[in-house]
């Protein structure tokens, strides 16, 4: 559901881009509090999966597809604020690079596609998580609606700016439920891809998802005369060098899925109209659409442009597309995490000094 330029009007899309920006900045801070020497490297890999999957249009109607948002997949794997981050590194990549977005509308995108979703299926998914019981399969199950809820929430988000600051006179009400129907059927591919995706990292790395740290197993209990009490916790530290080969060999695996879809099965992805572009061009919001001002980028449209074969060409900017994203994601949120370590180690710092 990337909008494109001409679809809001100027002063509605200025004000969603100091909304974004004042939602980054605060993620900035918060992700602080997310990342670490081990997840940092994570994010990034979220953020370049997410990339790869938003390539893989899936049909959900008569000539309509749909595609991963990825709001609830961030939120879940790293945080909610590194996980602002990550869609705003994303759409940030696809709009400059890729004509993919609208420049001017970067910050109705970052509002409707990375804040809406993030804040919403991460507050559905704690909900569920603390009303169910605290396995994995209800967590996968908690992902599934989490996922669901964010897409169509995304789109009544989009219809309120658009009610707001719209450039062509449509009922809002045909807009309203243009959107959220078309949405709730994109919804479930979401939900799908994001229940797979949750499930199978908590399968085999649940320590590494943030959204059930802490609450995915009730702590071990010990009956002392009589009374159930919680037992200590173990005192043997991890080995550190199993721990990062485990890391390392997860973060390869990741990064190769992600070139896979990139690279080679998003040539096979519908090429039907995503739900945004059918609903502007049955309702007539796409009248005063404006031409990307990144359409002579040689990666428009997810092609290179000097080569001819088709297949050939996509897949080489896709795997172009996931190396910039991991890059670009890995290299903020590295510097993140090293802000955080300065925030803890400036007191230290200055008490040597004054030594």
């Not at 938003?54 to 609830?72: D, E, K, R």
């Not at 959204?211 to 916790?233: F, N």
Request: glycine content about 12%.
């Amino acid at each position: 559901m990337h909008v494109p330029d001409g679809f809001i009007d100027a002063p509605v899309s200025v004000a969603a881009g100091v909304f974004a920006a004042g939602a980054v900045a605060v993620s900035l801070r918060g992700a602080r509090r997310e990342l670490d020497e081990r997840t940092a490297p994570l994010a990034g890999l979220v953020a370049a999966f997410i990339f790869a999957v938003q390539m893989l249009n899936f049909p959900v109607a008569a000539g309509t597809s749909g595609h991963l948002m990825g709001g609830a997949l961030a939120a879940i794997l790293v945080g909610p604020y590194t996980a602002v981050l990550c869609l705003s590194v994303v759409l940030l990549m696809q709009g400059i690079f890729f004509a993919d977005g609208g420049l001017t509308a970067l910050g109705v995108n970052i509002t409707v596609m990375g804040v809406v979703t993030v804040v919403v299926a991460y507050g559905v998914f704690r909900l569920l998580t603390g009303l169910l019981p605290r396995t994995r399969r209800s967590a996968t199950a908690s992902a599934f609606v989490a996922a669901l809820v964010s897409v169509p929430a995304s789109a009544a988000a989009f219809t309120l700016l658009y009610w707001i600051g719209g450039t062509t006179d449509i009922p809002i009400g045909k807009v309203f439920t243009a959107m959220v129907g078309v949405h709730v059927l994109i919804g479930i591919g979401e939900a799908v891809i994001t229940a797979l995706t949750v499930g199978a990292v908590l399968a085999v790395r649940p320590d590494l998802v943030h959204g059930v740290q802490g609450t995915l197993a009730p702590p071990l209990k010990l009956r002392v005369d009589g009374e159930l009490v919680d037992a200590p916790a173990p005192t043997r530290e991890p080995e550190p060098v199993t721990a990062h080969r485990s890391d390392r060999g997860f973060l390869i695996t990741g990064l190769a899925s992600a070139f896979l879809l990139a690279g080679v099965v998003s040539f096979y992805a519908s090429a039907n109209p995503d739900g945004l572009e059918r609903v502007a061009a049955d309702q007539g919001i796409d009248e005063k659409v404006e031409e990307h001002g990144a359409a002579d980028s040689p990666l428009a449209d997810y092609g290179v442009g000097d080569i001819a074969n088709a297949r050939l060409s996509g897949g080489l900017a896709g795997v172009i597309g996931v190396s910039a994203t991991v890059v670009v994601g890995t290299g903020v949120f590295w510097v993140v995490r090293r802000r955080r370590e300065d925030d803890r180690g400036g007191p230290a710092r200055s008490d040597h000094e004054n030594a």
